[in-house]
């Protein structure tokens, strides 16, 4: 009788373990503010959901014609991002006990996302994910700046898998974007989409961004890239899920409301 082989968990960071999207769009605002553009939206910011920050900065950078090199328009921005990212990021409850118990379990696990290196073990570090999934607790950390290809592109998730040393086909992905999503399936590896809805609490319904009352402060953002769920235009209704989540081996549609870490450990095959 074969051995099983031995399962690896990857997981995206931002919107998947992470409400860390306020933050971003919060930097990008700021950012392009400074280089003369003070209206960008959260429905402008939905469109990169998932996408890497070096893309993400190369389209606005051209956009708004915006003469400043890539490297040091990065540069600006990541250190907008960190001083937010030390100061406030929060874990998604759930996703927290999913990592503990994956821990504890001795499961190799990895982070496998689209922004910075020095991003992400920010907020690994800030959040306290660092004693699980951090280097130093025997977890591989990859960003997508380290890779050719950002998501859509399977490179970042297959660059994990490698440092692993995992087969593709033994590994399971965790992501909250289509372009994640996408980038999984393009691996060979099996997913489970809990798509970033937009919002904290129960994902209600949103207000006009100056309304104090809101505690996002963000409004009602829209999805004109369809990389999640968020709210129509002007209403509360959900928009549709862009169609790569119904190709997820496993889809929350809810999102982090619906997820729960004994579904992902059930789905997982762990029990």
């Keep these: 009788m074969s051995t099983p082989r031995p399962l690896s968990v990857l997981f995206d960071l931002d919107g998947t373990l992470v409400d860390s999207e306020p933050n971003y769009y919060e930097t990008g605002r700021r950012l392009l503010e ?7 939206t959260w429905e402008e910011n939905a469109r990169f959901i998932g996408i890497g920050t070096r893309e993400t900065l190369e389209t606005l950078r051209e956009r708004y014609a915006i003469d400043v090199g890539l490297d040091a328009l990065l540069a600006e921005y990541n250190g907008l991002y960190l001083e937010l ?8 409850p759930e996703m927290r006990k999913l990592v503990e118990r994956l821990h504890a379990r001795g499961v190799p696990t990895a982070v496998a996302s689209g922004s910075s290196r020095e991003a992400i073990v920010a907020v690994l570090e800030g959040t ?3 004693a699980y999934l951090g280097e130093a607790a025997g977890g591989v950390v990859v960003s997508a700046d380290e890779v050719p290809h950002g998501k859509p592109a399977p490179d970042v998730f297959l660059a994990a ?3 692993l040393r995992a087969e593709p086909g033994y590994c399971a992905v965790f992501e909250d974007a289509a372009p994640g999503v996408t980038a999984a399936l393009a691996a060979g590896m099996r997913c489970a989409a809990i798509p970033y809805l937009g919002g904290r ?3 209600g319904g949103w207000s006009d961004p100056s309304d104090s009352s809101d505690p ?3 409004g009602d953002p829209g999805d004109p890239s369809g990389s999640g769920a968020l709210s129509e235009p002007g209403t509360t209704e959900p928009a549709p899920l862009d169609p790569a989540f119904d190709t997820a081996d496993l889809l929350f549609t809810g999102g982090q409301a619906d997820f729960t870490a004994e579904a992902a ?3 997982l095959g762990l029990s």
Excluded at 34 to 40: C, E, I, L, S
Excluded at 85 to 92: G, I, K, N, Q
């Design 201 to 203: 609490g129960d994902w």
């Design 216 to 218: 996002s402060g963000l």
């Design 161 to 163: 898998a490698a440092r």
């Design 128 to 130: 306290g994910l660092d």
């Design 34 to 40: 400074r280089y003369g553009v003070p209206d960008f």
């Design 265 to 267: 450990w059930v789905w």
């Design 85 to 92: 990212a030390r100061a406030s990021t929060e874990v998604f």
